[in-house]
C-alpha cells in the first residue's frame, strides 16, 4: 500500500441528508394522496368484508373440486376441506392488512415528495385496477354469483373492489402530472 500513510478515513466531503420537501405538496400529489387513502380503505373494507361473508360453499363447484383436488393431492387428511378454507381466508385477511398498511406507507411517502414512492404505488394500482376489471368482468359474464350471502352484500363487496381500483387509477393520473413529477423528482424540492 503505497503512499498510505495511518489508519483509513472518510471522505472530507460528507453526504447532506435529504431535505424534505420546501413547502406544502402541489395540488395533485396531495389529490393523489386523498385518492390512495380512498383505495386503500375501499379495498381492505371489502377485502375483509368478503372474508367475513364469504362461504365453501358459495365457490363455483369447479373451483371447489379444485380445492378440494389441492388439499388431497397435500395429504392433509386431518384437517376438513372447509376448515383449511377458512384458515386460506384468515391468511387473505391478514396479507389484505398488511398490504394496505404498506399501501398507506407509500403514500405518505408520496405526499413527503419521494419519487421511488411513486413508483411503488404504480405496482399498487396494476393489482386494484386488474381486480376491478376482472369483477366488472365477472359480473358482466354472468361468473360472479352472490352465492349465500346475499345480492346485497355482493353488491357492496364488488362495488367496494371497483372503487378501489377507479381510485388508484386516478391517483396514479394524478401522481404522474408534470406539476407531481416535479415535486417527486426534485424539481420543485429544495436540496434533492
Not at 369483477?135 to 345480492?151: C, P, S
Not at 364488488?158 to 407531481?180: D, K, M, N, Y
Amino acid at each position: 500500500m503505497t503512499g498510505s500513510s495511518g489508519p483509513w478515513r472518510p471522505p472530507a466531503e460528507v453526504a447532506a441528508p435529504a431535505k424534505e420537501p420546501a413547502g406544502p405538496p402541489p395540488d395533485d400529489v396531495h389529490t393523489a394522496w386523498v385518492l390512495w387513502l380512498a383505495a386503500t380503505a375501499f379495498a381492505l373494507v371489502g377485502m375483509l368484508l368478503n372474508v367475513g361473508t364469504t362461504r365453501f360453499a358459495d365457490l363455483p363447484v369447479a373451483t371447489r373440486d379444485a380445492f378440494r383436488d389441492g388439499v388431497d393431492t397435500a395429504g392433509a387428511t386431518e384437517m376438513s376441506v372447509e376448515t383449511l378454507f377458512t384458515a386460506s381466508l384468515a391468511v387473505g385477511a391478514v396479507l389484505a392488512v398488511l398490504a394496505a398498511a404498506v399501501t398507506l406507507w407509500l403514500a405518505f411517502r408520496l405526499r413527503a415528495g419521494r419519487g421511488w414512492s411513486r413508483t411503488m404505488l404504480d405496482i399498487v394500482a396494476i393489482f386494484l385496477v386488474v381486480d376491478a376489471v376482472s369483477v366488472v368482468i365477472g359480473v358482466f359474464g354472468g361468473v360472479a354469483v352472490a352465492g349465500q350471502r346475499g345480492e346485497a352484500i355482493s353488491f357492496v363487496v364488488f362495488s367496494l373492489q371497483i372503487l378501489a381500483g377507479l381510485c388508484a387509477a386516478t391517483a396514479v393520473w394524478r401522481q404522474h402530472t408534470p406539476e407531481a413529477t416535479a415535486f417527486t423528482s426534485g424539481g420543485a424540492r429544495a436540496g434533492e
